[in-house]
């Protein structure tokens, strides 16, 4: 975030790159793709991660 994508776009995130293509070059249709598909890779890694959390969890509680 500091670096706004540092020398030549090398440090720059997939939320960065999303932003800049929403609103600096207004490709709306593109940006709103990335941003879906962003909170879908998020959302997916999540519920798996709370998933094995989960089994965690039930697992200490039920010897």
Not at 9 to 17: A, C, K, L, M, Q
Not at 20 to 39: D, E, M, N, P, R
Not at 41 to 63: A, D, H, N, Q, T
Request: positive net charge; aromatic residues 14%; contains cysteine.
């Amino acid at each position: 975030m500091l670096t706004g994508g540092g020398p030549a776009n090398t440090t720059e995130t997939i939320s960065i790159y999303a932003y800049k293509v929403l609103f600096q070059t207004l490709q709306f249709g593109y940006g709103s793709t990335l941003a879906v598909i962003t909170f879908l890779c998020i959302m997916l890694i999540s519920l798996v991660y709370l998933k094995l959390l989960g089994r965690e969890y039930w697992r200490r509680l039920v010897p």
